[in-house]
């Protein structure tokens, strides 16, 4: 009982101060595990090549890795080659390089002359087998939680905001449930940014006029700036994600109460082929602490001192701590009937 007590527990300045109006998840390695899907969708698309009879001599996810290394700047969004890699475009190339540049590769004279519409077929094989295994790959009761957190209250919206490409719209199992989804590859820039926060924001507002209504004075969504965006929109918002420094600190720094899902958190060498997309991988918050020691950021501490720094940095960037997907939804009621109440009691004390 007390670890379950502990797994949802809720630390926010914010919690009781505002009712929620929008919750944005992470997708990969919070609502499904993104190995086993990638895996599948890679083994798929080996598969169908090998159907249509060709033969190439790796995988296609290697020659990604290996045009990645070769120009890395082709495949980002910015020119500084910091931004989230360009997936779409660089696992089209692969198949196109595979087909016609590779020496052992063997290809009917069809698909050599047709190549552009095969990679167009081929990667479509590879987009729909990773769809449908995304719900075989799912976290706990996903599709259930989603459902409770629509029903708590008409007008609260459900997005994500993802380093990866995928859509979750596109998946029948998650499409009921999600108003706006945010990717790295079209913002330009990767979480941690804020950038891309105040981008799912504007989509926010966009989707609902009883935002627009309630904090914005029925403005445009077009004409709202950033900044009143980022001064405005935190605390009516819930982020949940599974990494500590893209999820929880960059929401934080909005004044977003956050959530972190702890049930798929894994550590992995990442690499362009990874769904989640960006060339910094995630960190757990031990492994940021150890890295912040290494730079000399962090004071030495007697033993000891390395739990006391990581629960001090948890109470400043963590609002809840869930275990298992499906404790998410009563977390996030839980705040919300708080923050009604909280509304309730100002309005009453204003009219006394």
């Known amino acids: 009982q007390r670890r379950e007590e502990e797994s949802v527990s809720s630390l926010s300045k914010y919690a009781v101060s505002c009712p929620v109006r929008v919750v944005s998840f992470d997708l990969d390695n919070t609502l499904w595990r993104t190995g086993p899907t990638i895996s599948g969708a890679n083994d798929a698309l080996a598969e169908y090549l090998d159907s249509k009879g060709v033969d190439v001599p790796v995988r296609i996810e290697k020659v990604m890795g290996k045009l990645f290394k070769q120009s890395k700047t082709t495949y980002a969004s910015s020119d500084d080659a910091k931004g989230p890699t360009q997936l779409t475009k660089l696992r089209k190339d692969a198949l196109r390089y595979a087909i016609l540049e590779e020496e052992s590769t063997e290809a009917p004279a069809e698909v050599v002359e047709n190549v552009d519409t095969f990679v167009e077929e081929a990667f479509h094989t590879w987009t729909r087998q990773r769809h449908e295994l995304i719900p075989v790959n799912f976290a706990s009761n996903v599709v259930d939680t989603l459902k409770l957190i629509r029903g708590i209250d008409k007008d609260i919206l459900i997005g994500a905001i993802t380093d990866g490409n995928s859509d979750p719209r596109s998946i029948p199992e998650l499409e009921p449930y999600f108003d706006f989804v945010v990717n790295a590859e079209t913002v330009g820039v990767s979480k941690p940014d804020p950038k891309i926060y105040v981008e799912a924001m504007r989509k926010a507002v966009e989707a609902a006029p009883s935002l627009r209504r309630g904090l914005f004075d029925d403005q445009d969504a077009n004409l709202i700036s ?10 009516w918002w819930v982020h949940v994600g599974d ?7 960059a929401a934080k ?10 049930e798929l958190i894994v550590k992995v060498d990442k690499s362009p082929d990874d769904d989640s997309n960006n060339q910094r991988p995630k960190k ?10 290494k730079k000399g950021n962090v004071i030495n501490m007697d033993m000891g001192g390395d739990d006391y720094l990581e629960q001090s940095m948890q109470k400043d960037y963590v609002d809840g701590f869930c275990d298992r997907f499906d404790e998410i939804g009563t977390l996030i009621q ?4 708080e923050g009604l109440m ?5 309005v009453q004390e204003k009219s006394g």
């Open 284 to 293: 757990t918050l031990e492994e940021f602490i150890a890295d912040m020691a």
């Open 342 to 346: 909280g509304v309730a009691n100002t």
């Open 334 to 337: 839980t705040w919300h009937e």
């Open 243 to 249: 990494d500590f420094i893209k999820d929880m600190v």
């Open 226 to 235: 950033n900044d009143l965006l980022e001064d405005t929109m935190g605390p």
């Open 253 to 262: 720094s909005l004044k977003m109460r956050c959530i972190l899902a702890k």
